[in-house]
């Protein structure tokens, strides 16, 4: 990882505990899990690919007659597999049943399952406890969140399925609230909301009070938001260093069929010149595997991303999560050859793609990564320099850095696909 912060996830449940629960919060990605002897109840949220990792944890603590409870995206969709690795599963936002499960835990009563898929309002959602990070090894710890949801239906997607499509949003005042008290009113903050501008009238009210604090923030978005230059203009007045932004492909048939309408391809170089000209840099991300991806779907959208001059990129193999329409859609055709959910890391092929073997696809991948973050490819993308690049500047080499720890830059498959290149 190249900027390490905290998932919200667990500082909001731990805000949630009542206060005459002692919390303990452990981070595997920046420190290993104590050893202790006076745990009462294990809680752990788990990604797909990071399941393996949790039942694991999970054994270790069952063998000391610790109850286990696991929650998250992966256990609300697999919550059969998650229930033979631990002792309960909650399925959906655990912010408002959370209590409860705390309550059986103390009395002896732990059910096996929980659930609300209410998708409630998120008005009275308790503060993260913040103060449970103190001291932790990240990059910072400025986290804020203040929406769920996502209007939009992409077919690879969670969010929707997980936080419902329509955007839920917090009331502002209670955001700048939660603003303060996590940033003091300065510095660089992370807005972890899936989409920011999924409702354009609160982002902008949400842009104009940004404007009263002195920080550089970053945050996801739709490239709706080239579109609406009245919000464009607030947000990168706002202090809006850079956004990751869906691309996901260069072709338009491929657009729709996913569910992305909101892409236009052949807009997509005026609309990235347009965000960048309002000061924010573009992280944008592309998945390579689509059904009609040739084996010149690698080049071509490397030249495009070069071309465009996105100050960051993230580029995916497609993956079929549980719980999406793409897993019922290739689970159904028989084409997932791999149920490894450690695989299931966006870098690793795990089904049978539909105009190419998946040894070419998974060399295409690779071959993509070495090429973006290559030294020329980074100068070309990010000279004359803008005011995004104090930001992007070092994710970049933190990026390239990262590629070459996890052997993209290594030695890698030799297939008919290099005859492409």
């Known amino acids: 990882m190249v900027f390490q912060f905290p998932a919200l996830a667990l500082t909001t449940l731990a805000a949630a505990t009542p206060p005459d629960v002692e919390v303990v919060l452990t981070d595997e990605n920046i420190e290993q899990i104590?050893?202790?002897?006076?745990?009462?109840?294990?809680?752990?949220?788990?990604?797909?690919?990071?399941?393996?990792?949790?039942?694991q944890i999970a054994a270790q603590y069952r063998a000391q007659s610790v109850p286990v409870v696991l929650g998250g995206v992966h256990a609300t969709w697999c919550p059969d597999e998650a229930a033979q690795h631990v002792d309960c599963v909650v399925r959906g936002e655990g912010d408002w049943i959370w209590a409860q499960v705390i309550e059986d835990a103390q009395r002896g009563c732990l059910r096996a399952r929980y659930e609300d898929r209410q998708w409630r309002p998120l008005d009275n959602i308790p503060a993260p406890r913040w103060d449970l990070l103190t001291g932790k090894k990240y990059f910072f710890t400025n986290t804020l969140q203040t929406s769920r949801g996502c209007p939009h239906d992409c077919d690879f997607c969670s969010v929707t399925t997980f936080y419902g499509h329509k955007l839920r949003v917090k009331p502002l005042p209670r955001v700048l609230v939660e603003l303060e008290a996590c940033?003091?009113?300065?510095?660089?903050?992370?807005?972890?909301?899936?989409n920011i501008i999924g409702r354009p009238d609160y982002a902008l009210d949400l842009f104009h009070q940004l404007r009263n604090y002195r920080l550089k923030w970053l945050s996801h978005a739709t490239i709706d938001i080239a579109r609406d230059r009245q919000l464009l203009r607030a947000c990168g007045a706002s202090g809006c260093y850079g956004l990751f932004i869906g691309f996901e492909t260069l072709s338009q048939q491929r657009l729709d069929a996913i569910g992305k309408r909101t892409n236009v391809a052949n807009e997509y170089l005026d609309a990235a010149r347009r965000i960048q000209d309002a000061g924010i840099g573009i992280e944008a991300a592309f998945i390579v595997g689509h059904d009609d991806d040739d084996l010149g779907v690698?080049?071509?959208?490397?030249?495009?991303?070069?071309?465009?001059?996105?100050?960051?990129?993230?580029?995916?193999?497609?993956?079929?999560?549980?719980?999406?329409?793409?897993?019922?859609?290739?689970?159904?055709?028989?084409?997932?050859?791999?149920?490894?959910?450690?695989?299931?890391?966006?870098?690793?092929?795990?089904?049978?793609?539909?105009?190419?073997?998946?040894?070419?696809?998974?060399?295409?991948?690779?071959?993509?990564?070495?090429?973006?973050?290559?030294?020329?490819?980074?100068?070309?993308?990010?000279?004359?320099?803008?005011?995004?690049?104090?930001?992007f500047g070092p994710m970049n080499v933190g990026l390239r850095q990262t590629c070459k720890k996890a052997g993209f830059f290594g030695p890698v498959l030799t297939t008919e696909l290099s005859d492409a290149f």
């Open 34 to 55: 104590p050893e202790r002897d006076d745990v009462d109840l294990v809680a752990l949220s788990a990604m797909t690919p990071l399941a393996p990792r949790a039942y």
């Open 183 to 194: 940033t003091g009113g300065k510095g660089f903050l992370f807005i972890v909301d899936d």
């Open 298 to 391: 690698f080049e071509r959208t490397v030249e495009f991303i070069e071309r465009a001059k996105f100050d960051g990129v993230h580029l995916s193999v497609r993956t079929p999560y549980p719980g999406t329409r793409m897993y019922s859609e290739l689970a159904a055709a028989g084409r997932i050859f791999d149920r490894d959910w450690q695989h299931y890391d966006l870098s690793q092929v795990v089904f049978k793609p539909a105009k190419m073997t998946a040894d070419q696809l998974q060399e295409g991948f690779l071959w993509m990564w070495r090429q973006i973050y290559s030294y020329p490819s980074m100068l070309k993308r990010l000279l004359p320099p803008r005011r995004s690049l104090q930001v």
